[in-house]
């Protein structure tokens, strides 16, 4: 089967950050490093009343784009044994375009 968002919401696979444990630098017990409040995620699938693009009226936020989203906003949705992640359409900050 194949999850395909509703909505407004769009599916995404962020990058993940890389885990500072061993960086040689000692710090206090029970520190906790602060964690990026925004994470650039890759577009999976995106629900079909997501924005669209005026001129071409295709959808604004397509398969493979890189955007920018508000990383306390990412839902984990765990269904039948997958685990996926989704984003509304309004948390998403900025997208990377090329060469405009």
């Known amino acids: 089967m194949i999850f395909k968002p509703q909505n407004r919401h769009l599916l995404i696979q962020t990058q993940k ?3 500072s444990e061993n960086t040689g630098v000692l710090l206090p017990e029970g520190y906790v ?3 990026d409040k925004y ?3 890759t577009v999976k699938s995106t629900a079909t009343d997501c924005k ?4 071409y009226n295709k959808l604004l936020y397509q398969e493979g ?3 920018v989203v508000d990383a306390t906003m990412i839902e984990n ?3 039948a044994g ?3 992640e989704i984003v509304l359409e309004n948390h998403i900050v900025g997208m990377f375009v090329q060469g405009e």
């Open 17 to 19: 950050q890389e885990d």
């Open 33 to 35: 490093v602060p964690k």
């Open 39 to 41: 994470v650039v995620a």
């Open 52 to 55: 669209r693009d005026s001129i």
């Open 65 to 67: 784009a890189s955007i």
């Open 77 to 79: 949705v765990n269904v």
């Open 82 to 84: 997958e685990e996926y």
